[in-house]
């Protein structure tokens, strides 16, 4: 199951687990650039999901994807 979000930057970045639905908060590291891709663990479930993450800094708006790795 693949997910996408769009959020300003007051609320940051979330993202949806596949495997139990529930809502995450991720961070963006600005050194790694506007495009990235890393694995986060569900804070619930512990269930890993590819990120993928594009960012505006001047906007403060992000579009976070997932999928279960």
Same mark, same amino acid.
């Given at each position: 199951?693949?997910?996408?979000?769009?959020?300003?930057?007051? &609320?940051?970045?979330?993202?949806?687990? *596949?495997?139990? *639905? +529930?809502?995450?908060?991720?961070?963006? &590291?600005?050194? $790694? *650039?506007?495009?990235?891709? @890393?694995? +986060? &663990?569900?804070? $619930?479930?512990?269930?890993?999901? $590819?990120?993928?993450?594009?960012? &505006?800094?001047?906007?403060? #708006? @992000?579009? $976070?994807?997932? #999928?279960? #790795?």
């Amino acid at each position: 199951m693949s997910s996408r979000k769009k959020s300003r930057r007051n &609320d940051g970045p979330a993202w949806q687990c *596949g495997a139990c *639905g +529930e809502w995450n908060a991720t961070t963006v &590291d600005g050194s $790694v *650039g506007r495009r990235q891709s @890393y694995v +986060e &663990d569900c804070q $619930v479930c512990c269930r890993p999901s $590819v990120l993928t993450l594009q960012w &505006d800094p001047e906007s403060g #708006e @992000y579009a $976070v994807g997932s #999928e279960l #790795e």
